[in-house]
């Protein structure tokens, strides 16, 4: 997109301007504000106080629930479709077309409008994050995953789930229903890794929920992630095998690569190390869909609702969580403390305006370390002070 | 042609899923917008849903539209405020309900905060008890919504002028009362967008 030049412009200019409301709400919280600021280093104090002015009415709309969003759109379908049925002549499309479309509709955080009934979608639990990971059975049953970083094995041919390498749950009761998944639910600071009935190995980092089936059916391999997760995917170009998130559907050809789709993140990243995949928007009729190959990564701006794909020289280090570190380069010290806030179940409070002095870092954290260790070579880079108050971590600035 | 009239012209051919995408994207706005009006949130629903039969039923004689978002605000307005005039005429006296939208701004709601924030956010309460309803709805529209000055007037049914003086004054109003403390808003805004 094409900016305006913004020179000479006063405050109240810039709080009339319909594309500078726009980016001030687009880039607020981002790194990309500050770098905005510096390409328009002439008018940097007019914007800072424009955006102050704008941002003191972006207000948390309240979000209505999502029993309530899929009751009115329950009876909005059965209404339309009532309606073609009556009407012959408004009823040409659709139905003719043989194959079904499958239509997924995300709606709140990470539900799914099933819209043709036996087509995939999944509807994670809405149980608050556990203690420990836990499986979750079709029937409702939890099983708890232990204290440490749990390992899941789906037996082949078994229909059968292998906890921990001991315990052996048997599938559940034989339903022809096989849109019922398994979910696992690895909660803040854990990690849980596991093995699928075709071969695929999955790691899940913290703070993510992963529904799988026993067994796979029909001639798609279809799994849902919310959170992140690095996937090396068996091949079978005859069986693709398909991860949905929320925005966007990824789907692979026999690959190795991670998948970082938080509910609290405004972007969705795939980072591809081995093999072909391809990543496609959801919900949107004229979706983008990239294929990736080797040495790339992909970001999907949930606002923009665009994606990105750029070279990525270390693609092994988005992924680096799998061994217990965390690598990473040029990357904000936002997004570093966000990653930490999920692998120790923490929260960061800082000052505003604390990080904003400092530069994009890279560097390698060992996760196995206390969080006491990794906040003190953390600090060395950032230049802060930090101070751990059980489970909240307190930054400011030196020079303060 | 915008996405917007692409996406409307297949709803009114009553092609698959246009109707969905429609609902599906503008649900949240639809209802953040009606909660200004009422606080019963199933009084929300029923006119959502009622507008939707509506558009359904008539989809053959529907115009071009432009901008979805802006124009089920405005249909949706229209049927809240009929809606609750009538309501207000059954039970006469009944708070829960304004045939104006009520825009209330985070930094006015009451929050848990240490005393030296209470202080700059009692500064900025002051100022925004200042505005008027116009004045406040004219704010919303411009920039909680993001809708350009031509549709604010579409909304409100004002002239352009009108539109734009409404919200200049607004700024103004507030940027002396708040004087030189403006900077410290900024501090406070920061934390809440973080908390959040």
Redesign the interface.
């Given at each position: 997109m094409k900016l305006k030049p913004y020179i000479n412009c006063s405050v109240?200019d810039l709080?009339?301007d319909?594309e500078f409301?726009?980016l001030v709400?687009r880039l607020?919280?981002t790194p990309k504000w500050e770098l905005f600021l510096d390409d328009h280093s002439s008018s940097k104090q007019k914007m800072?106080?424009a955006k102050?002015?704008?941002?003191?009415?972006?207000?948390?709309?309240?979000?209505?629930?999502y029993e309530?969003?899929l009751?009115?759109?329950t009876?909005?379908?059965r209404?339309?479709k009532g309606?073609?049925r009556d009407n012959g002549r408004?009823?040409k499309?659709?139905l003719s077309s043989a194959a079904a479309?499958l239509?997924l509709?995300?709606?709140g955080n990470l539900v799914y409008?099933n819209?043709n009934r036996n087509d995939a979608t999944f509807l994670f639990s809405s149980s608050p994050d556990p203690d420990h990971p836990v499986l979750v059975l079709p029937n409702g049953n939890q099983i708890d995953l232990g204290e440490n970083d749990a390992k899941v094995a789906v037996l082949k041919g078994q229909n059968a789930i292998q906890v921990n390498d001991d315990s052996i749950i048997g599938s559940s009761v034989e339903t022809p229903d096989h849109a019922r998944l398994n979910e696992v639910i690895v909660p803040f600071a854990r990690k849980s890794s596991m093995v699928l009935a075709d071969g695929t190995k999955v790691w899940l980092n913290a703070g993510s929920r992963f529904a799988f089936p026993t067994k796979f059916e029909g001639n798609k391999r279809e799994v849902f992630l919310e959170g992140e997760g690095y996937f090396e995917v068996t091949e079978n170009p005859d069986h693709p095998f398909i991860i949905h998130t929320q925005d966007i559907e990824v789907k692979v050809l026999g690959t190795i690569f991670g998948l970082s789709a938080y509910a609290a993140d405004d972007f969705v990243e795939t980072v591809l190390l081995e093999g072909r995949v391809q990543m496609q928007e959801k919900?949107?009729?004229?979706g983008e869909k990239v294929i990736m190959t080797p040495s790339q990564k992909a970001t999907y701006n949930k606002t923009r609702k665009e994606i990105d794909v750029i070279a990525e020289a270390h693609p092994e280090a988005p992924v680096a969580w799998v061994k217990g570190w965390y690598q990473f380069s040029n990357e904000s010290p936002e997004k570093v403390i966000k990653k930490l806030e999920r692998y120790y179940n923490v929260k960061f409070?800082?000052?505003?305006?604390a990080l904003s002095s400092s530069l994009p870092i890279s560097g390698k954290l060992d996760l196995k370390e206390s969080l006491d260790e990794v906040m003190a070579i953390v600090a060395k880079v950032t230049k802060l002070n930090y101070e751990i108050k059980e489970d909240h971590v307190v930054l400011s600035g030196k020079q303060e | 042609m915008s996405e917007d009239s692409h996406i409307w012209e297949k709803f009114k051919n009553a092609e698959d899923s246009a109707l969905s995408l429609i609902y599906s994207q503008h649900v949240d706005f639809l209802f953040g917008y009606g909660r200004k009006f009422s606080d019963d949130e199933d009084f929300i629903f029923d006119t959502i849903q009622d507008l939707f039969y509506y558009l359904i039923t008539n989809r053959k004689n529907l115009g071009e539209v432009k901008n979805i978002k802006l124009y089920l605000l405005k249909s949706l307005q229209r049927r809240l405020i009929l809606e609750l005039e009538k309501k207000q005429k059954q039970a006469k006296r009944n708070n829960d309900y304004h045939t104006e939208p009520e825009i209330v701004f985070p930094a006015e709601e009451n929050l848990i905060r240490d005393e030296e924030e209470q202080a700059q956010l009692e500064l900025i309460r002051q100022g925004m008890q200042q505005l008027n309803s116009k004045q406040r709805e004219a704010l919303y529209y411009k920039y909680t919504c993001g809708f350009s000055y031509q549709q604010i007037c579409e909304i409100m049914s004002v002239s352009y002028d009108t539109a734009r003086q409404l919200v200049s004054r607004a700024v103004g109003s507030l940027k002396k009362t708040l004087g030189k403390d403006f900077l410290t808003l900024f501090f406070i805004l920061k934390k809440e967008a973080f908390l959040f």
């Amino acid at each position: 997109m094409k900016l305006k030049p913004y020179i000479n412009c006063s405050v109240e200019d810039l709080i009339e301007d319909d594309e500078f409301i726009d980016l001030v709400k687009r880039l607020h919280g981002t790194p990309k504000w500050e770098l905005f600021l510096d390409d328009h280093s002439s008018s940097k104090q007019k914007m800072i106080e424009a955006k102050k002015i704008i941002m003191l009415f972006v207000t948390n709309e309240p979000v209505p629930s999502y029993e309530k969003k899929l009751d009115v759109w329950t009876s909005l379908d059965r209404f339309e479709k009532g309606r073609s049925r009556d009407n012959g002549r408004t009823l040409k499309i659709g139905l003719s077309s043989a194959a079904a479309v499958l239509i997924l509709v995300a709606l709140g955080n990470l539900v799914y409008l099933n819209f043709n009934r036996n087509d995939a979608t999944f509807l994670f639990s809405s149980s608050p994050d556990p203690d420990h990971p836990v499986l979750v059975l079709p029937n409702g049953n939890q099983i708890d995953l232990g204290e440490n970083d749990a390992k899941v094995a789906v037996l082949k041919g078994q229909n059968a789930i292998q906890v921990n390498d001991d315990s052996i749950i048997g599938s559940s009761v034989e339903t022809p229903d096989h849109a019922r998944l398994n979910e696992v639910i690895v909660p803040f600071a854990r990690k849980s890794s596991m093995v699928l009935a075709d071969g695929t190995k999955v790691w899940l980092n913290a703070g993510s929920r992963f529904a799988f089936p026993t067994k796979f059916e029909g001639n798609k391999r279809e799994v849902f992630l919310e959170g992140e997760g690095y996937f090396e995917v068996t091949e079978n170009p005859d069986h693709p095998f398909i991860i949905h998130t929320q925005d966007i559907e990824v789907k692979v050809l026999g690959t190795i690569f991670g998948l970082s789709a938080y509910a609290a993140d405004d972007f969705v990243e795939t980072v591809l190390l081995e093999g072909r995949v391809q990543m496609q928007e959801k919900n949107n009729l004229f979706g983008e869909k990239v294929i990736m190959t080797p040495s790339q990564k992909a970001t999907y701006n949930k606002t923009r609702k665009e994606i990105d794909v750029i070279a990525e020289a270390h693609p092994e280090a988005p992924v680096a969580w799998v061994k217990g570190w965390y690598q990473f380069s040029n990357e904000s010290p936002e997004k570093v403390i966000k990653k930490l806030e999920r692998y120790y179940n923490v929260k960061f409070d800082y000052y505003p305006g604390a990080l904003s002095s400092s530069l994009p870092i890279s560097g390698k954290l060992d996760l196995k370390e206390s969080l006491d260790e990794v906040m003190a070579i953390v600090a060395k880079v950032t230049k802060l002070n930090y101070e751990i108050k059980e489970d909240h971590v307190v930054l400011s600035g030196k020079q303060e | 042609m915008s996405e917007d009239s692409h996406i409307w012209e297949k709803f009114k051919n009553a092609e698959d899923s246009a109707l969905s995408l429609i609902y599906s994207q503008h649900v949240d706005f639809l209802f953040g917008y009606g909660r200004k009006f009422s606080d019963d949130e199933d009084f929300i629903f029923d006119t959502i849903q009622d507008l939707f039969y509506y558009l359904i039923t008539n989809r053959k004689n529907l115009g071009e539209v432009k901008n979805i978002k802006l124009y089920l605000l405005k249909s949706l307005q229209r049927r809240l405020i009929l809606e609750l005039e009538k309501k207000q005429k059954q039970a006469k006296r009944n708070n829960d309900y304004h045939t104006e939208p009520e825009i209330v701004f985070p930094a006015e709601e009451n929050l848990i905060r240490d005393e030296e924030e209470q202080a700059q956010l009692e500064l900025i309460r002051q100022g925004m008890q200042q505005l008027n309803s116009k004045q406040r709805e004219a704010l919303y529209y411009k920039y909680t919504c993001g809708f350009s000055y031509q549709q604010i007037c579409e909304i409100m049914s004002v002239s352009y002028d009108t539109a734009r003086q409404l919200v200049s004054r607004a700024v103004g109003s507030l940027k002396k009362t708040l004087g030189k403390d403006f900077l410290t808003l900024f501090f406070i805004l920061k934390k809440e967008a973080f908390l959040f």
